[in-house]
Structure formats: structure tokens, C-alpha cells
């Protein structure tokens, strides 16, 4: 079954220090891949995507992600965490001929001044 | 540009009762969607449409839900006889269909509360 795992549901980290959070997807064709930033109260906002080519993609707000096909994974970096990074992140995936997403459980952010 | 946009931001009702939610995408854009997140959850897929044909609904979607786009503008979600897990916050978001094109832009939501 497709699937998008995200196993920390908590990170904290403090302010300036750097930041990963994983993303793991099982899915049975070429995966097109997303991580989305949710603040409270709000909806989506796109950070980046990774649909093929270079597997680094560079995003907003200083984000970037490495796919790894070898590992189903889609990692997301940012090297300098600020006060105002903190929200959840959602990981999400889709491929060519459905358009629904599937979305992980999220990644809740917390950043320590 | 002004974003998708949904309407009303909050919605309380009593079990039993209808609701519909009210959808707009950004305008250029031909696909619309519906997800509904609860507490502590990733979105889930309700369902989907290009232009005004309603392409793909998921299993969560019971008899209960309804949507609509007519003319391929705005959606409406509706809700009928309204259940406690009925609350959650409904998603709308949008797409082009250009080739090669995926990612989705999302509304602020509808949280809707039943008591």
C-alpha cells in the first residue's frame, strides 16, 4: 500500500542550530515528492518539490531536501533554524496519473530561543 | 493571484444538521481537491475535479458528503446530517493541468466543530 512515514512526531532544536526532518514513502511507481510547512491555524504552504533530475532541490525560506531513491527517503534540511521555523511539516507524494496527494502524519517543530 | 480561498473559516453545528463549505480556487487553475485533516493527522484525500467532472473520490467520502463545481469555478463541499467525527479541518486546494505540473496550492481551511 502507498504510504508516507514521518517518525518524529516532536523535533525540537534550538535557535541557529541545524535541522533534518525525514520523510519515508513507499510507493510502486516513480514518486513525485513534497514537504509543506503548517502554521497554526493556517493552511499549506509549498516548501519544495522533487519531481526528477538533480535529487537536491532548493526551496523557500532557506529549506532544501535530498531525495534518495536507494532509501525512499526525502529529507528535509535547513542549516540555520529561525524562532519563526516553527510550525508542522508535512511530507507528501503523489505520481503521474492520480493527482491526490498522500500526506505523512507531520512533523511538529519546535524551536528554543 | 490571490490564493484559494475558503469560506466560512469556522463552522459550528449541532449533530444532525447540514453544512456546506464553500471552495475558490486560484483562477487559472482547472483541478480542485478536497482533504480533511484532523488533530495530530496528515491531510486525507476526499476527492477531486477537473474543470466541473468529478474524477476520483475516496472511500472517506461516505453518502453523507456531497461535492460539487459547477461550471468548473468554485466547489462546495457539502455535509449532510452532521456527526461528532464529522470535526475536522477541510482542506481545498487547486492545481494547473499543465503538463508536468503537480504541486498543489491550499486554502486556509474550514474547521468545522460538531457538537
Known amino acids: 500500500a502507498q504510504s508516507v512515514t514521518q517518525p518524529d512526531i516532536h523535533i525540537t532544536v534550538s535557535e541557529g542550530a541545524s535541522l533534518e526532518l525525514r520523510c519515508n514513502y513507499s510507493y510502486g511507481a516513480t514518486p513525485y515528492l513534497f514537504w509543506y510547512v503548517q502554521s497554526p491555524g493556517q493552511g499549506l504552504q509549498l516548501l519544495l518539490k522533487?519531481?526528477?533530475?538533480?535529487?537536491l532541490v532548493q526551496g523557500i525560506k532557506g529549506f532544501e531536501a535530498e531525495f534518495k531513491r536507494s532509501q525512499s527517503s526525502f529529507n528535509l534540511r535547513k542549516p540555520s533554524v529561525h524562532w519563526s521555523d516553527a510550525a508542522e511539516y508535512f511530507c507528501a507524494v503523489t505520481t503521474s496519473g492520480t493527482y491526490k496527494y498522500i500526506f505523512g502524519t507531520g512533523t511538529r517543530l519546535k524551536v528554543l530561543a | 493571484d490571490t490564493g484559494v480561498s475558503q469560506n466560512p473559516r469556522h463552522k459550528i453545528t449541532k449533530r444532525g444538521q447540514n453544512v456546506t463549505f464553500r471552495c475558490d480556487p486560484i483562477s487559472e487553475h482547472n483541478r480542485l481537491y478536497w482533504y480533511r485533516q484532523t488533530l495530530g493527522q496528515g491531510p486525507e484525500f476526499l476527492t477531486y475535479?477537473?474543470?466541473?467532472?468529478?474524477?476520483?473520490k475516496s472511500r472517506l467520502l461516505s453518502d453523507r458528503f456531497s461535492a460539487e463545481r459547477p461550471k468548473g469555478s468554485f466547489s462546495t463541499l457539502e455535509i449532510q446530517r452532521t456527526e461528532q467525527g464529522d470535526s475536522a479541518m477541510y482542506l481545498c486546494a487547486s492545481s494547473s493541468d499543465r503538463v508536468g505540473t503537480y504541486e498543489q496550492y491550499f486554502g486556509p481551511g474550514t474547521r468545522l466543530t460538531v457538537t
Open positions: 475535479f477537473q474543470n466541473e467532472a468529478q474524477l476520483e
Open positions: 522533487y519531481f526528477s533530475g538533480d535529487t
